[in-house]
């Protein structure tokens, strides 16, 4: 099962930030927390990962908390071509199975 | 950009028939995955695949299930018996490691329907 915890559904008007929350209240200290996409029907697109610094790419920024129990995915300028199903998954290191929860579907509107 | 590529992209087969799905990791990575998306539902992991063996592999990757790696470039996941509910998009993933600095690449995918 899953590791996180997501809202199943979010909107997001185009141009703004979107900002996805992820739970991952019971990772462990060697566990990355990485974040992938869904767009339609086609395969996972790889964003970002983060162990416990704030991360920072050319698609988005990953904040984790102290604590390290939750994270926000935050994509700082929406198109409408980020509208896809946004996933937090929460692995070991790259080479482990991973495991899809639901995500969260994001919607962003013109 | 190097990309994982899938062949072919829609696969129609009767149930009871073989069936072959191929993929082409990125040149330079050691690590392969086969996983799966029922339509509506989650992606689902099958089989990792690392120096010509199975890493790890999921209650779903049966016996009617099968890997392999024919040569230098291309990676096969084989169901021997198809059945009704194989019916999803089987994607293929690989990776340059297991270390945390490498990701894992997904191609486009293969829609098979069992009829």
């Known amino acids: 099962d899953a590791k996180t915890t997501q809202p199943p559904s979010m909107d997001c008007a185009e141009g703004r930030a979107a900002n996805l929350p992820c739970n991952h209240s019971t990772i462990s200290g060697n566990e990355y927390v990485y974040w992938y996409r869904q767009i339609h029907s086609q395969g996972p697109q790889y964003i970002i990962h983060?162990?416990?610094n704030n991360e920072t790419n050319e698609m988005a920024s990953l904040i984790i908390t102290e604590d390290r129990k939750s994270s926000t995915l935050i994509l700082p300028h929406a198109t409408l071509r980020d509208t896809a199903v946004y996933y937090c998954?929460?692995?070991?290191?790259?080479?482990?199975?991973?495991?899809f929860g639901g995500g969260t579907r994001l919607m962003v509107k013109p | 950009e190097p990309e994982v590529t899938q062949t072919p992209s829609h696969q129609v087969t009767q149930m009871g028939q073989e069936v072959i799905l191929r993929c082409v990791p990125i040149?330079?990575?050691?690590?392969f995955y086969w996983y799966r998306q029922i339509l509506g539902q989650k992606v689902e992991f099958l089989v990792s695949?690392?120096?010509?063996?199975?890493?790890?592999k999921s209650e779903i990757f049966d016996d009617q299930f099968s890997v392999e790696r024919p040569d230098g470039s291309n990676f096969t996941l084989k169901i021997r018996s198809t059945k009704l509910e194989d019916s999803a998009m089987y994607f293929c993933?690989?990776?340059?490691?297991?270390?945390?600095?490498?990701?894992?690449?997904f191609g486009p995918g293969t829609r098979l329907t069992v009829l």
């Open positions: 983060g162990l416990k």
């Open positions: 695949f690392y120096n010509n063996e199975i890493s790890e």
């Open positions: 040149s330079n990575h050691l690590y």
């Open positions: 998954i929460v692995i070991e290191n790259a080479g482990n199975m991973l495991t």
């Open positions: 993933a690989s990776s340059e490691s297991s270390s945390h600095t490498d990701t894992q690449y």
